[in-house]
């Protein structure tokens, strides 16, 4: 496996995608130290960057094609039919993306070449990690149900008190289940967003990492992404706590007011869609902490950042494109929901199905476990859109594309 400084060594490890102006991580202790980049090609040629930190520019400018400086064959490109220009100038794509600023069709082509480029890690790992909690919450919610349905609740001599310990018994039983089940999810979810970060971010480059690659790759960066995740939910539970906790105040005087000075229903009516009005507002700070904070994670993994800097990352990188992210967000949100929604009609039969010839017992650790296979087959397409929206989003801003395109074109 390679990183974009280079290595000339396979069993060298790949260094972290550093955000701009971090210095430079030192050698893994694991195998040789890293050998500076090589010498370009020609006078002029770019140089291969030391880290994933922003080049001096400002932001997105169109490279120069390598043959104009002696820099050799670039990678392969998408060229304009003939006799239309290129309206983003010439950009070499050594991966499943052109490295330059992207369009939305773009964005959207280079997701599913992702999945297309390595699907035994963005597939197969997930619908495996996918797989295992579903089986781990299946067994799980049998044993609770089953419990539940038919534990000491049929004996005629049980007491009263004897019935509710066995209802509080078996109704705690099924709480731990799906608190485990949760904790379950939530750590598969990080997992698997960190490894396909790894697998698609490399895809960029054209390389190919093996799951084994991209696991030691990301093992080291499992703490901090938790790290990051819990910051993120707590910043974003306090700020609707505060925004909720002023706004029902505001309510409650503003109703007051409202109900003294009407007669009738309307006063009501007028009650009715405040209340709708300050729901909304009590929740859009968790929507728009959501856009800023959404490249969190993927600075942690890719730029090795702590919880804290990913959060000023993440921030950095959305100012002055807040709806830019939210609207591209929303995009594959509906897109992932409406294939949601198709395959859930092919889980439902199959749940329609259990549920009139199953016990309960049975068909609800079969419907839990259909969700958490069917959460496999889409997350990859999410993360791998996130991903490229990140990297868009350094191009314009960071103007990482040129850098990039040197790192593809020195490797050996």
């Known amino acids: 496996m390679t990183n974009p400084m280079g290595p000339s060594s396979p069993d060298q490890q790949p260094d972290q995608w550093a955000p701009p102006g971090a210095p430079t991580a030192p050698p893994s202790p694991v195998g040789p130290a890293t ?18 930190s922003a080049p001096d520019q400002p932001g997105w400018t169109t490279p120069p094609r390598p043959d104009a400086v002696g820099g050799g064959p670039a990678p392969r490109a998408p060229q ?28 959207f082509e280079g997701t599913f070449r992702a999945v297309r480029s390595n699907p035994t890690v963005l597939f197969g790992f997930s619908v495996a990690v996918m797989a295992v909690v579903a089986v781990i919450s299946g067994v799980g919610m049998f044993l609770s149900s089953d419990a539940l349905l038919i534990g000491g609740l049929d004996d005629p001599q049980a007491s009263i008190d004897d019935e509710l310990t066995a209802v509080s018994s078996q109704i705690a039983g099924l709480l731990t289940t799906s608190l485990l089940s949760s904790a379950g999810s939530f750590f598969a979810t990080l997992l698997l967003s960190g490894v396909l970060s790894i697998a698609v971010a490399d895809a960029v480059l054209g390389l190919k990492p093996t799951l084994a690659e991209a696991w030691s790759r990301f093992t080291p960066r499992f703490l901090p992404l938790i790290g990051a995740t819990i910051l993120v939910s707590l910043i974003g539970t306090i700020a609707v706590l505060v925004v909720g906790a002023v706004l029902v105040g505001v309510g409650f005087l503003i109703a007051s007011q409202i109900i003294g000075l009407s007669d009738g229903g309307g006063g009501i009516v007028l009650v009715i869609l405040m209340v709708i009005v300050f729901v909304v507002l009590a929740v859009a700070p968790s929507l728009y902490l959501q856009i800023r904070f959404l ?17 000023k990352r993440s921030w950095a990188l959305t100012r002055g494109a807040f709806w830019r992210t939210a609207g591209r967000l929303l995009l594959i949100i509906a897109l992932t929901g409406a294939a949601s929604g198709i395959l859930s009609t092919g889980t439902g039969v199959i749940t329609g199905v259990a549920a009139v010839a199953l016990p309960p017992t049975v ?14 087959v889409i997350m990859p397409i999410t993360t791998a ?28």
């Open 35 to 52: 050998p500076p980049p090589p010498t370009p090609a020609g006078p002029g040629a770019p140089q291969a960057p030391t880290s994933w």
């Open 80 to 107: 304009p039919a003939p006799g239309i220009p290129d309206p983003r100038g010439y950009a070499p794509q050594p991966g499943i993306i052109p490295l330059r600023p992207l369009g939305l069709g773009e964005l």
């Open 295 to 311: 490249y969190t994670p993927i600075t942690v993994v890719l730029e090795e950042a702590g919880p804290v800097e990913a959060l």
């Open 363 to 376: 068909f609800l650790p079969l419907s839990m476990s259909l969700t958490f296979l069917l959460t496999s």
């Open 385 to 412: 859109y996130q991903v490229l929206m990140y990297l868009d989003q350094r191009f314009l801003s960071e103007n990482l594309a040129p850098a990039l395109a040197a790192a593809a074109q020195a490797r050996p």
